[in-house]
């Protein structure tokens, strides 16, 4: 098993009617164009919403975010109203019909473009619409993301974990001094 991995919440649906999960299986698929993925369970509440719509946003999650990030993975929509239970706000997609969460440093709008059936989850690969960032944790000068800011929760072995320390940058191994 490849971890840790992000823990990310999922928003799909629209404004009007919308739920959110928890995955921890996504990732980046290319740059040029870009795309990810995220796998999801056929049951789930959140799959069908999903595929009628191909649409979806992926959120980065936060240590402030925990405890909503784990209920939101033992709960489903079905059952529950996940933005209320979890105080989370849902805030309107600027090139998804999808919300996204106001709360989370980063969101990524997604439209599906193909759907692999691949076992126990079926993955859903999109191009990247657009992405929304917290502008406190964009450098002024550089215009980088200070994701060393943003207190990103990853998941392993059924933990959750914040992410490390900055320990170098691409390249600093072979760097002339």
């Excluded at 936060?62 to 059952?79: L, P, Y």
């Excluded at 944790?137 to 800011?149: K, M, N, S």
């Excluded at 207190?151 to 933990?159: A, T, V």
Aim: glycine share 8%; hydrophobic share 35%.
């Amino acid at each position: 098993m490849i971890y840790p991995l992000p823990a990310v919440l999922v928003t799909c649906g629209t404004m009007e009617q919308s739920n959110m999960l928890t995955v921890a299986w996504t990732g980046t698929v290319c740059t040029d164009p870009a795309m990810c993925y995220i796998s999801v369970r056929p049951e789930r509440y959140s799959y069908d919403i999903i595929r009628r719509q191909m649409e979806f946003t992926i959120n980065l999650t936060t240590e402030t975010m925990a405890r909503a990030t784990d209920w939101c993975g033992v709960r489903s929509g079905r059952d529950y109203d996940k933005w209320k239970e979890t105080g989370l706000t849902p805030s309107p997609g600027v090139m998804a019909a999808c919300p996204h969460i106001a709360e989370s440093p980063l969101s990524i709008e997604c439209r599906v473009k193909e759907i692999l059936s691949l076992g126990s989850h079926d993955m859903f690969l999109a191009e990247v619409l657009d992405v929304l960032a917290d502008e406190s944790l964009i450098d002024p000068e550089t215009g980088a993301f200070h994701l060393d800011r943003a207190g990103l929760l990853n998941y392993s072995h059924g933990n959750y974990y914040t992410q490390g320390q900055h320990v170098g940058r691409f390249g600093w191994t072979v760097k002339k001094k």
